[in-house]
């Protein structure tokens, strides 16, 4: 199975299209100027097949676009992937249009819409790559979580951006990303092939058997703790049971076999009942309530007799008064009822200055006070009787108040007793758990060897399953297949006359670097010189590394994407346009990088692609005739008229 790259697309806002169609099993070269669009190739590539972010330059390839689109080739099948370009100043899109079968890209962005979200993305580009489940576990120590390989990690081995392709520290796309390298350490093992197909399975259920295994010995463990301690723990769960009154005070066994008995019949006792009150609360709350009302009642009633009394000492005071003022008004009857004038006194006939009031006056207000007297000596009873029951209803009262207060003293007492007995019936149901669980810890192991039995199967299993999925051998595979790799990355290097290549090479998985194995020592990529250098063994390393998952047919895109690899000996921005491939030493060497590229996809008969996005164009004829798109003179990847 391979998967190669047919096409890739942009649409306008109007909904024209923009392609450039490769040869799938082939060298394949976009060239042209600088700031021509060649570079963005990658970029949508990359964007399409996942990536959570737009790396897209911003600029008229940004302005000018509605959707990217990349058409895959899946053994002859069709498979399209367009992604919306992120509007404003998002830096993703989440519309996703995915779509296996199809005759080839879209004449036009009208069919395109989301139907596939980035995770669904994810899981069906591994399906179409055939990536197996499966799982890397770390090395005991790290810290690191197992690794779960997808299309997403595939991709890292496919593509060499303009920074990356010459960068001495970073041998793989998004090495200087967080997390990139120890995911690209991780996947190399099952990409290689090192990792067999059903190794997902067996550490699945090595890990399965592991936890029956970590379960059981903790059962055991316990139960036999329990076992061994079974006298001393019985007796004290015995000590604590009668305690708490669910054994008779009196009761003494001696023997470990008439403690677990007694300890048995308590654990099978019938819990006590728990008496209790429909609602405790809302009774006190009753009688609070009517002990509140009685004292209402009880205040009007002393308030009344109260007024009462102070209502009987006035009429009394009153009626002393009376009774003196009519005894000085009686003494009228010693003076003549018939005195001709007011002004005269009455015993001795003399003036007087100011006129006294007429016997007339007198005895009328004699006879006034007789009356209010006689109606004060009337209502006296009355009041009297009032006060009497007003008395009456204080003391019933009263007498209420007490027993609704001493209802409440009751109340609060029995619940209270029946709180502690609830506590008691809790401290028991507590003990018989305790007691049951001793019981049944205590008789598996001492009655069954059921346990003990399954703990060895156990253990026994988890030991094949081991070996099974030895890691030693695992580690064995991955170091064979870097050998294949080094006899191929020092072929290559010989190929493209790199310094150092006369020396044992190899790809150092811990690093992620290339390692010449000199005399004087061990040399990685960034104590090697030169610009030339550093692009050759990218490239070396990259052909070697795809031309065993070509051989051992692994689940990883059959193609390999580079971009300006000829910047060590032209410049981007110097546009030298074409040349002939020998007239000195930079030419030459360009020419037998290309060549190797070119050699190295015919090679695989078809089964490898290589992409390559570049400004130099040789006059030799095998270049020109790998040329698919030539961006000069004006012809840039999107149409001038998409910017008008």
């Known amino acids: 199975m391979t998967l190669q790259l047919r096409a890739i697309a942009i649409y306008s806002h109007t909904g024209e299209r923009r392609e450039v169609t490769f040869e799938l099993g082939a060298l394949n070269i976009v060239t042209g100027g600088s700031q021509t669009g ?11 097949w996942g990536r959570d972010e737009c790396t897209i330059p911003r600029g008229e390839i940004r302005r000018s676009v509605s959707w990217f689109a990349v058409l895959l080739d899946r053994d002859g099948e069709n498979v399209l992937i367009a992604r919306r370009n992120p509007e404003g100043s998002a830096k993703v899109s989440d519309e996703i249009h995915f779509e296996r079968g199809v005759a080839g890209l879209p004449v036009d962005a009208s069919g395109l819409a989301k139907n596939c979200t980035a995770d669904g993305l994810k899981l069906r580009l591994s399906s179409l790559l055939g990536i197996s489940e499966n799982l890397y576990q770390p090395e005991s120590g790290a810290t690191r979580l197992p690794l779960e390989v997808s299309s997403r990690h595939a991709i890292l081995f496919c593509l060499q951006f303009q920074y990356e392709i010459a960068n001495p520290r970073l041998l793989f796309h998004r090495q200087s990303d967080d997390y990139v390298p120890a995911a690209i350490k991780d996947s190399l093992p099952y990409f290689m092939g090192a990792m067999e197909e059903d190794h997902f399975l067996k550490l699945k ?3 399965d058997a592991r936890l029956r295994l970590r379960r059981l010995t903790r059962q055991y463990e316990e139960a036999k703790a329990l076992t061994d301690e079974q006298a001393g723990t019985g007796r004290n769960l015995l000590a604590e049971a009668r305690r708490h009154g669910l054994v008779p005070a009196d009761s003494a066994p001696d023997s470990v076999t008439e403690i677990r008995a007694l300890l048995s019949t308590v654990a099978a006792g019938n819990a006590l009942p728990t008496a209790g009150l429909d609602d405790p609360a809302a009774d006190l709350s009753d ?5 509140r009302a009685v004292r209402a009642q009880l ?6 007799i109260n007024d009462l009394h102070r209502l009987q000492r006035e009429a009394t005071e009153f009626e002393k008064e009376a009774g003196e003022q009519r005894a000085r008004l009686a003494a009228i009857g010693l003076v ?8 005269v006194c009455p015993l001795c006939d003399s003036h007087l200055a100011t006129p006294v009031p007429s016997v007339e006056d007198v005895e009328r207000s004699l006879r006034n006070l007789e009356t209010q007297l006689l109606t004060v000596e009337r209502d006296s009873p009355r009041l009297q009787g009032r006060l009497q029951d007003l008395e009456a209803q204080r003391a019933k009262l009263e007498e209420d108040l007490r027993t609704i207060q001493g209802d409440i003293s009751q109340r609060i007492a029995e619940n209270e007793r029946l709180r502690t007995e609830q506590a008691q019936f809790t401290e028991q149901a507590r003990v018989r758990g305790r007691i049951g669980y001793y019981l049944e810890k205590v008789q598996v192991v001492a009655a069954d060897e059921g346990l003990r039995l399954a703990l060895a199967r156990t253990g026994a299993e988890v030991d094949e399953l081991a070996k099974a999925i030895d890691r030693e051998a695992m580690e064995e595979r991955v170091a064979t297949a870097l050998g294949v790799i080094a006899r191929e990355l020092t072929r290559y290097a010989g190929v493209l006359a790199l310094e150092h290549g006369e020396n044992p090479l190899r790809l150092d998985r811990k690093n992620l670097t290339v390692v010449a194995d000199t005399m004087e020592g061990p040399l990685p990529l960034t104590q090697i010189g030169s610009g030339e250098n550093w692009v050759g063994y990218h490239l070396a390393a990259h052909m070697a590394l795809h031309k065993l998952f070509r051989l051992r047919h692994r689940p990883i895109p059959a193609f390999l994407m580079l971009d300006q690899p000829s910047q060590a000996h032209y410049p981007p921005e110097s546009d030298v346009g074409q040349i002939s491939g020998a007239d000195n030493e930079d030419q030459r060497a360009v020419a037998r990088l290309y060549r190797a590229l070119f050699d190295f996809a015919a090679d695989l008969k078809g089964e490898m692609q290589v992409i390559v996005t570049d400004h130099v164009e040789l006059l030799q004829p095998w270049f020109r005739e790998s040329i ?3 961006w000069r003179d004006g012809i840039k990847f999107v149409p001038i008229d998409w910017l008008r």
């Open 299 to 304: 205040g009007d009633v002393r308030e009344e």
């Open 287 to 291: 009688l609070e309530e009517r002990r």
């Open 205 to 207: 259920r090595y890990e």
């Open 628 to 630: 698919r798109e030539r």
């Open 38 to 48: 060649k570079s963005a190739l990658l970029d949508i590539l990359d964007y399409c």
């Open 336 to 343: 003549s009822g018939d005195a001709a004038a007011n002004d």
